[in-house]
């Protein structure tokens, strides 16, 4: 890992952004290292969601009064902002959903159940999160398809030579994640991509984690589908994106059945919509979706390359002063990682790891992190793990260490 340069972000001025980290939890001031999990919001994206329900909350595409008309034009607003952040090709790949999730189970229950077979073999990864490996289980079960899977190695690295022997005829779809949530790993997606492409397999990749700290273009990464959530990017919950390329948009049946999503309806026949309608059923989360369009902004005003950096910073100090603790193992040591860390500690279950940090007003994660197989792959039941974002600082990685300190003093 090498280190980064001194980031020229001014953190102390972005701090006053997010009201939520000046608190104290249990008497301490708040550090939060939950960012994987979610991050926190600026001001100006909570100021986005208040200015639309105080100013113009309406129902969209049907309305032709003013408030309908002005919603309508703030929701597609950020459809293109989307688009433009993921470098789409058409406005109309971009696909708002309730999250990765919800993206996942779309291409699933959609382009899988209509186009994968019996014997059809599905590949994902060693290190995905079970949002993208339960909605492939799902369509194996009902479609008789089978699933394969991309080994990691010790360091927390797929390995691509397993992978290119699991290509053949038969894969018809490989899904991957682009940065592992549990160990940080950025996976060579393009090459992915690339692999699969060349035995005819579509491709989709789960951004949850690339989102916020990655410079995305899905027409660079020739990425079929590409999904993630708003609110791992400075956005709101219950709100996220799939984009996919249109051809396969069109040929694609519809998700589920209701308002928007249709042409014409009559007891005989209904007609459905053109993408991206055709997969938006019902009233969306406009709210939410407005103020995606502010997130963005907000971290391009930050300049992404500067928000990688000042985490890189961060990931590489605080791995360094990780190793000095006494019987701590760090899980998932790849070349290529964003700013996550997870380790082990000899003697100490992460659970009471979790609750004397918190009682220090330290947050971070314990457990499995929803990679159930990944934590089988290194032989425990789950880490500790910290995750930066672009609030944090030096000073609470200082407060992290001293932490575990307590916490070693207290258990062993
Ligand atoms: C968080 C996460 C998901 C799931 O996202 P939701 O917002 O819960 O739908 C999937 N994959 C990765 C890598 C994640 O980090």
Redesign the pocket.
Same mark, same amino acid.
């Given at each position: 890992m090498q280190a980064a340069p001194e980031t020229i972000l001014d953190i102390a001025k972005i701090r006053q952004d997010f009201p939520i980290l000046h608190q104290q939890v249990n008497g301490r001031p708040l550090v939060y290292f939950d960012n !994987?999990a979610t991050n926190q919001k600026p001001l100006p994206v909570i100021d986005a969601l208040t200015r639309y329900y105080e100013g113009y909350n309406a129902n969209i595409h049907r309305g032709i009064h003013h408030l309908a008309e002005q919603a309508t034009a703030a929701f597609e607003a950020s459809r293109r902002a989307v688009q433009q952040f993921l470098n789409a090709k058409h406005w109309e790949e971009i696909i708002f959903t309730y &999250? @990765? @999730? =919800?993206g996942i189970n779309l291409v699933a229950q959609t382009y899988g159940r209509k186009f994968l077979n019996a014997g059809d073999e599905i590949v994902i990864s060693g290190m995905e *999160?079970h /949002?993208?490996i339960v909605p492939w289980q799902m369509l194996c079960e009902e479609r008789g398809c089978v699933l394969r899977v991309i080994p990691v190695d010790d360091n927390g690295e797929l390995m691509l030579d397993e992978y290119e022997k699991l290509l053949s005829e038969r894969t018809k779809l490989v899904s991957v994640?682009h940065v592992s949530?549990s160990l940080g790993t950025i996976n060579p997606v393009e090459t992915i991509i690339e692999k699969a492409h060349a035995v005819g397999a579509v491709v989709l990749i =789960?951004g !949850?984690?690339a989102s916020s700290h990655l410079d995305l273009d899905v027409q660079a990464l020739d990425a079929d589908f590409y999904v993630f /959530?708003a *609110?791992?990017l400075y956005g709101p919950t219950g709100m &996220?994106v799939l984009y996919g390329k249109r051809a396969l948009l069109d040929a694609m049946p519809p998700y589920r059945g209701g308002g928007e999503m249709i042409k014409e309806v009559t007891f005989e026949k209904t007609t459905y919509n053109d993408p991206p309608y055709k997969f938006e059923a019902g009233t969306p989360n406009i709210a939410d979706v407005v103020a995606v369009k502010t997130a963005l902004e907000y971290m391009d005003g930050l300049g992404k390359e500067n928000i990688a950096a000042h985490e890189a910073d961060l990931l590489h100090y605080a791995t360094e002063q990780l190793q000095e603790l006494d019987g701590l193992r760090i899980i998932g040591q790849a070349k290529h990682k964003i700013g996550v860390v997870s380790w082990v500690m000899d003697g100490i279950h992460h659970q009471d790891t979790g609750v004397i940090l918190d009682q220090q007003g330290i947050a971070v994660r314990t457990g499995h992190h929803c990679t159930q197989p990944l934590m089988q792959r290194f032989g425990i039941a789950g880490t500790t793990r910290a995750s930066f974002a672009v609030y944090n600082t030096k000073d609470e990685v200082d407060r992290l260490i001293a932490g575990l300190r307590r916490v070693q003093k207290m258990m062993l």
């Open positions: !994987a &999250g @990765t @999730t =919800d *999160h /949002s993208n994640v949530n =789960d !949850a984690q /959530s *609110h791992k &996220g």
